[in-house]
């Protein structure tokens, strides 16, 4: 079959692929891990495996160090990260055990027999999903969440709460929207780095990205209205717009360039759209970057016709190249595209903390933030802020985007030793997620949940398409620390997908 443009092959033929170094001008594959977080991830496998039960106490620091000749630093780092994770606990005078939590069962799961394949319910999917990430011991492979590890989260939270002791900078009148001006302004800085000039004044706060999505449907579109959606794109889009009584109109997408525009004036030729609502840098679950020309004939186009552009960007800071690649916004000239984001991929998630740049409709998004929810936290908003102002923003981004760039290049080459013949997987240029094509036979609803059986979530292609043609596609997520356990659990993905295409074949 050819290979379509924006795809990459594997290769299965039992060895590592090697890597040259130059696709996508990524570092080299001989990325090793930090030795703390490669001993972690040996005594969280030990957990994993069964071979330390909750309750257990495990090696003294001292012992640990002498058995597997490590420091003792390192051992007093890997065993902060195992705390961090919950998945440990020290006792004074007494060591460190095994957190007492309840575990997956790992064969038989009560979460999928949730699912009934031959009426598939696409927001029962993604909520039996969510349900399998929160417990203890899946790997989360179908999570849309990144890693909290990855994130300065106790710093934040201690600007956060000594705004407690400081009352004259978070009164209620900051609560009001468009919300906390220093978060503004620190906003407007940020769009400097794609040479954007932004006022602060020209940004509404919100709760997270989802919520300024939501907003500016309403701020432009009308119960009844159909609105433009990519396909495949992230699931809750749609359920957003059909939740607010409009109608979707999907898009053919394509996995290097997005979506395709011949497609998009044929459908406004045929029925008016009120609205196109897009992810055009490191799509979910595509992940790649439309080209400046494009997004700028796109947004041309749009307002040609007045229909307003949706712009969501939250995965704008989690570039793999050298430069960040501008957003569709940046091309806009009449005030039609509203540009959303947030910090949840970047900086807080947990934290809900959003934004939209409205354009000619920022004054009607502000009246609707304040009727839906009058106010906002301010101490969040002010903690991401001080963060911003205080800290380096720009250094903890940078060690973000290397992590997951290497956790990519980890993920693949794992794929492309373990899954069958014939798959093909998508190039992301950012982001976390990658999109695997399997051979047309494989269900993959039926590994979905095989997956779940064995502890592992993955996201099945059919829960980003409100069409049923995705049937051999699935979702994963490389955000999470990369660990023994991850691996293994990507190979373990791989082995039920060749176990189920050999019963295709027999049969």
Known sequence: MRQPAGWQNTNRVGRRLEYNGRHQGLDSPRLTMKLYVSFAARIRAMIDEGVLRPGDKIFSVRQASQKYGVSISTVLRAYLLLEQEGIISSHPQSGYYVTPRKRLQQRGSPLAKDIN????????????????????GTVPLGSPFPDPQLFPLKKIHQYEKALTDDEGEWGILSDLPPGNEMLRQQIARRYLVYGMDVSPDDIVITHGATEAIT????????????????????????????????????????PETGIDLDALRATTDNVRIAAVVLTTTFQNPLGFVMPDEKKQTLVEFLAEQQIPLIEDDVYSELYFSETAPKPAKAFD?????????????????????????????RQEVERLMFLNSLSLPSAPQIAIAKFMQRDSFEQHLKQLRHTLRSQYILIRNVIEESFPPGTQLSVPKGGYVIWVQLPPQLDSLKLYR??????????????????????????????????????????????????????????
């Open 450 to 507: 095989a997956a779940i059986d064995n502890g592992i979530t993955v996201a099945p292609g059919t829960i980003f398409s409100r069409k049923k043609d995705l049937t051999h596609y699935i979702r994963l997520n490389f955000s999470h620390l990369w660990t023994l356990a991850i691996e293994q659990a990507v190979r373990n993905v791989g082995i039920l997908a060749c176990e189920m295409l050999a019963g295709t074949e027999q049969n």
């Open 215 to 254: 907003l500016c449907l309403q701020a432009v579109t009308k119960a009844g209205d159909i609105i433009a959606l990519e396909a495949p794109g992230y699931y809750a889009l749609a359920h957003t717009v059909e939740r607010l009584g409009m109608k979707v109109a999907e898009l053919r997408t394509d």
């Open 117 to 136: 394949l031959s009426e598939v319910d696409a927001s029962k999917l993604v909520l039996t999903t969510l349900k399998s990430i929160r417990e203890f």
């Open 333 to 361: 000239r009449s005030g039609l595209v509203l540009h959303c984001s947030s910090f949840s991929k970047s900086l807080a998630p947990g934290y809900r903390v959003g934004w939209t740049t409205a354009g000619r409709y």
